[in-house]
């Protein structure tokens, strides 16, 4: 299974609010993980002629990256292989040359509001759902597409024919490293133009979006590929980076949305369990065989996105810590002097359940003061505000937990599957107050760990894509479980009543 002699691995990791490179060095049945850069991510504020609108700073990105790969190499060793992956849905279109041609939009930004009402007007939800399985969300890359056409159209060349590729984030940066252009799956299926039954780009849906909306992506899409997939050689124009025998480093497209590589690294056992992916986002579902594109599965608005080996994340995205962030930004602007273990102490202390809001609310969506969202909630709800920092942390401590507690449940009644146990992975579960209430909630145990599930994962689909592991996703997980400390939450059947929360806020 294992390499049979040490190998270092490297793995770009970007999130959207910050990103590391990482190299895992896999030796005697282990992974060790040394991180050789972090840096800070986040959407920039620009004016344009349709009104303000968020970018990613590419140019920035791409030049963390390379520094990071250089330092791998210098302070590490060669590197065998790279991985790259990223969040999901944001794309960039290069030219003939492989540059970019314009700014690259984030996903917050408010081009996309009305835009899935215009789709469905045109091509009703249910026919759009039983071919790609897609929860509905303003962000995703079509309806960013339509966006665009309305907005500035894709630059055709002076012969008719595109002179644009879209390029998925992850995909981009392997373009800029390699020359190459391909779409990997994982990836590609949350853009809403991916069969999710056939792994490929639905035609079918490609037509209707040119003939009833007028988005013609012709040419532009390139190849999709599945994980483990050699992207190319790193170009020695791009980056001097080379492997232990002094040829190019392989990239390998991996899990190449975080989500998929985070469940990769799920260390579990059988197939019984759920997991969530805690971060900015939590994901939050199953890993199934084949996607579920049920009317039933449609209205409870669970996705189905591709996974690694062909198996199927279905899951739901829920909004994540991404509220407690922007609560404690918010404190911090406002002249608080915020200590985090203060306040993980203080919502530990505080009432349960006092107040639960819909943490998935479009409100809580956009940057801004989410203690004062929250109190709007509140009083919708006939619920009493958060009377101090500790209660506000709590309230969203709470509150995810119950929306833990309702996705694990509907995505096993959907599925039909069994649910025993659910893991936790990402930067979230170092949150020992959510991993608890997230097991008092779904009364359920709770694996926490690991923490860096998202490089780990891309680590050993690269290293076995570049032959240098072998076997299945359960052997993956045996070597990612032999090197990972996980921490067990149980159940505390004193808890608060989750049934009477739920019922207050949902009906």
Known sequence: MTATRPVHIGAVDLGASSGRVMVGTIADGRIGLTQTRRFTNGAIP????????????????????????????????????IGIDTWGVDYGLVNGSGTLSAQVHAYRSERTRGIPERVFAKIPAP???AINGLQVQEFNTMFQLVAQARDNGIPRASNGAYARTLL??????????????????????????????????????????????????????????EPGTLI??????????????????????????????????VPAAGADFAYI????????????????????????NF???????HTVRYLKNIMGLWVLNEAVRTWQRQGMEISLPELD????????????????????????????????AARATDQPRPRSVGEYVRCINDSLALAYRRAVRQAAELSGREVNVVHMVGGGIHNRLLCQLAADATELPVLAGPAEGTALGNMVVAARG??????????????????????????????????????RLFG
Not at 196 to 218: H, K, Q, V
Not at 232 to 255: H, K, Q, W
Not at 481 to 494: G, Q
Request: include cysteine; aromatic fraction near 6%; proline fraction near 6%.
């Open 46 to 81: 620009l004016p344009t002629r349709e009104g303000e609108r968020l970018f990613w700073d590419m140019l920035h990105l791409w030049n963390e990256v390379r520094e990071g790969l250089l330092t791998a190499v210098r302070d590490v060793g060669p590197l065998s292989a």
């Open 127 to 129: 026919e759009i759902y």
């Open 168 to 225: 998925l984030l992850p995909d981009l940066l392997a373009c800029f490293l390699t020359g190459q252009r391909v779409a990997e799956v994982t990836n590609a299926s949350t853009t809403g133009l991916v069969d999710a039954r056939l792994r490929a780009w639905s035609r079918p849906l490609l037509e209707r979006l040119r003939t009833e909306l007028g988005l013609d992506l012709d040419g532009v899409l390139p190849d999709i590929v």
């Open 232 to 265: 190319g050689p790193v170009r020695r124009e791009s980056l001097e980076v080379f492997g232990p025998d002094g040829s190019p480093t392989p990239v390998i497209a991996v899990g190449s949305h975080d989500t998929a590589s985070a469940v990769v690294a």
């Open 277 to 300: 992916s805690c971060g900015t986002w939590s994901l939050v579902g199953l890993e199934l065989d084949e996607p579920v594109l049920t009317l039933a599965s449609q209205a409870a």
């Open 303 to 309: 996705t189905n996105e591709l996974g690694v080996d």
């Open 345 to 376: 102490a203080a919502a530990a202390a505080a009432e349960p359940l006092r107040t639960v809001v819909d943490i998935n609310d479009s409100a809580f969506y956009a940057p801004g003061d989410m203690a004062a969202r929250i109190d709007d």
């Open 466 to 503: 570049a032959g240098l592991l072998k076997g299945d996703l359960s052997d993956l997980r045996r070597l990612i479980r032999d090197s990972t400390r996980i921490t067990e939450y149980t159940p505390d059947p004193d808890a608060a009543d989750w049934d009477a929360a739920e019922q």
